[in-house]
C-alpha cells in the first residue's frame, strides 16, 4: 500500500523557520516527482511547489520563491520542505503529494500524505 | 498564471440526485483538468483525472467532461459519502498548478 507521512509541522513566531518531513513507502520513490500543496484555515487548496526525481530541478509558487526549499532524498525515501521567514499567511495544513503521470503529458497528485500543521504566530 | 473558477461554491442535494459542478479556466489548457474530492479533516483524492478518465477506485456513478477552458465534474445517483469539498486542478505547462476555490456538497 502507498502511504505518505509527514511530520514536523508546529507553532512557529514569524520570521521562523521550520523543516517538514514526508516518508514514503509502497512505491518506487526515485520514480517520481513529488509535491507540497498547502491548505490555509478554511480556504481551499495552493500548490507550494514540486521536485525533479533525482532532485535536480525544482518549481514553486511565487508567494514562496526565495523563503522555501524543496530536498528530497531517495536513499531515505523522503521529501523534505525547509521553510524560513515564515509569515502568517503561510498558516495551513502541508500535504506532501506524489505525481502520477500515467501516460502522455497528463499528471496529478496521488496518493497524499495525511498533512502537517504549520501555525505561524506570535 | 491560470486561474481556475469553479461553481458552485456550495450545494445541497439529496440522495439519488444527479449534480454538476463546473469549472473553468482562464486561458485554455485542453484536457489537463483533474478533480479531486476532500472529506473534513482528510486529504484530498483523486476522483478524475485528464478531464474524464475515473481513477481506479473511484466509483463510477462519478464522471468528467470537458476541454479547452471549461469543464464538468458529474455525480449520478448521489449518495451519503459523496458529501465533502469538490476541487479542480490545472496540469498544463508550466508552473503554478493552481486549483478551483472548491465546492461544498451536503447531502440533504
Known amino acids: 500500500e502507498m502511504q505518505l507521512v509527514e511530520s514536523g509541522g508546529g507553532l512557529v513566531q514569524p520570521g521562523g523557520s521550520l523543516r517538514l518531513s514526508c516518508e514514503a513507502s509502497?512505491?518506487?520513490?526515485?520514480?517520481?516527482?513529488m509535491s507540497w500543496v498547502r491548505q490555509g484555515p478554511g480556504k481551499g487548496l495552493e500548490w507550494v511547489g514540486s521536485?525533479?526525481?533525482?532532485?535536480?530541478?525544482?518549481q514553486y509558487v511565487d508567494s514562496v520563491k526565495g523563503r522555501f526549499t524543496i530536498s528530497r532524498d531517495n536513499a531515505k525515501t523522503s521529501l523534505y520542505l525547509l521553510m524560513n521567514s515564515l509569515r502568517a499567511e503561510d498558516t495551513a495544513v502541508y500535504y506532501c503529494?506524489?505525481?502520477?503521470?500515467?501516460?502522455?503529458?497528463?499528471?496529478?497528485?496521488?496518493?497524499w500524505g495525511q498533512g502537517t500543521q504549520v501555525t505561524v504566530s506570535s | 498564471d491560470i486561474q481556475m473558477t469553479q461553481s458552485p461554491s456550495s450545494l445541497s442535494a439529496s440522495v439519488g440526485d444527479r449534480v454538476t459542478i463546473t469549472c473553468r479556466a482562464s486561458?485554455?489548457?485542453?484536457?489537463?483538468l483533474n478533480w479531486y474530492q476532500q472529506k473534513p479533516g482528510m486529504a484530498p483524492k483523486v476522483l478524475i483525472y485528464?478531464?474524464?478518465k475515473l481513477q481506479s477506485g473511484a466509483p463510477s456513478r462519478f464522471s468528467g467532461s470537458g476541454s479547452g477552458t471549461d469543464f464538468t465534474l458529474t455525480i449520478n445517483s448521489l449518495q451519503p459519502d459523496d458529501s465533502g469539498s469538490y476541487y479542480c486542478?490545472?496540469?498544463?505547462?508550466?508552473?503554478?498548478?493552481?486549483f478551483g476555490q472548491g465546492t461544498k456538497l451536503e447531502i440533504k
Open positions: 503529494a506524489r505525481v502520477e503521470a500515467p501516460a502522455g503529458n497528463t499528471w496529478y497528485f496521488d496518493p
Open positions: 486542478q490545472q496540469s498544463f505547462g508550466l508552473p503554478p498548478y493552481t
Open positions: 486561458h485554455s489548457i485542453s484536457n489537463f
Open positions: 485528464a478531464a474524464s
Open positions: 509502497g512505491f518506487t520513490f526515485r520514480d517520481h516527482w
Open positions: 521536485i525533479e526525481r533525482d532532485g535536480s530541478a525544482t
